[in-house]
């Protein structure tokens, strides 16, 4: 389940076993182009070499709670709110390319594309922070 349809369906709690795998764990992808069966065994082969297991769980209240917002209705609320926000951006970018006559990449075309890029952005602004409990 990924996290947009963990919110439309409005489930409190998900809890998903994770490999905890550091930024210098792994090396580069090969310069080819690798199918969709060589990600999957670069992806194994790296959980392989990660035994331990990390049990995330993530919720929409979890960030509400940061700002003192515990009120299940209130949470529903931003919930909705927060839907209805990601429609209407949907919908902007659907019209305007309704008007360029431009189309959404397919899947197969997504799937050719290599991830990453060579642009390097220019790291100023806010920190994205992991908020987790040890209990």
């Known amino acids: 389940m990924n996290s947009w349809e963990h ?5 409190n709690r998900t809890k998903i076993p994770t490999k905890f795998i550091k930024r210098g764990d792994y090396s580069p992808l090969p310069e080819r182009k690798l199918t969709h069966q060589d ?13 331990d297991s990390h049990l995330v769980i993530y919720g929409i209240e979890y960030w509400l709670v940061l700002f003192e917002i ?14 209805s926000s990601v429609l209407g951006i949907e919908k902007e970018f659907r019209d305007a390319r309704e008007l360029t006559g431009k189309k959404t990449s397919g899947l197969e075309k997504l799937k050719d594309i290599r991830p990453g890029t060579p ?12 908020l987790s409990s040890d209990k």
């Open 70 to 83: 515990t009120d299940p209705q209130l949470i529903e609320r931003y919930r909705q709110m927060i839907i």
């Open 39 to 51: 990600y999957q065994e670069l992806a194994i082969e790296l959980a392989e070499e990660k035994p």
């Open 119 to 130: 642009y390097q952005p220019n790291r100023v602004g806010k920190r994205t922070y992991c």
């Open 7 to 11: 919110l439309v369906s409005g489930s």
